[in-house]
């Protein structure tokens, strides 16, 4: 057996002889919080200097799939109220980044698109978020990510079920 085999069997085994963490319910809670607030700063930080604020990057994306959407359609998209969809779009066209333009089957409905500057924006903020993916994962293989990205889905498929239902907090 080759010296690299017999290493690789002896880390194995000494896994196997790790007590395991046991799991306690309310701890998941607040370390899926913290991290999702680390990678907001993270991202919010490497974002600054092209002027956007936390969730516009979010709007850019989700506009340069598409020529147009309404604010309704981008809030689904990104799991955010209507309401608040509408102040970021309002803030948003302020800064220049998009520009809000009528339904053409339908008057009354507005639609949001990319401005030529909102459009500049979108190379830069790829590169945000796939920097900020990386510093978050370093030192995870391809597989365990895969396996986190399938629970997460998993998490929020579980929770997206209740929040049709009843938002959890009463009435």
Known sequence: ?????KQAKKDKSEEKDKP???YEPGTLQP?????ARSMRTFLTR???ASGLYAGQDGVILALSSQETMTAGAIA???GVK???MTRTLSRMEAQGFIKRIADESDGRQMRAALTDLGSRQVGAISYAVKATEAFALSGFSDKEIRQFCKLLKKINANLGQEND???GFGE
């Open 82 to 84: 209507p309401p608040t």
């Open 20 to 22: 395991r963490e046991k």
């Open 31 to 35: 370390e899926l919080t913290k991290a």
């Open 76 to 78: 689904t998209e990104l």
């Open 1 to 5: 057996m080759a010296k690299k085999d």
């Open 165 to 167: 239902k009843d938002d």
């Open 46 to 48: 490497s974002l600054s």
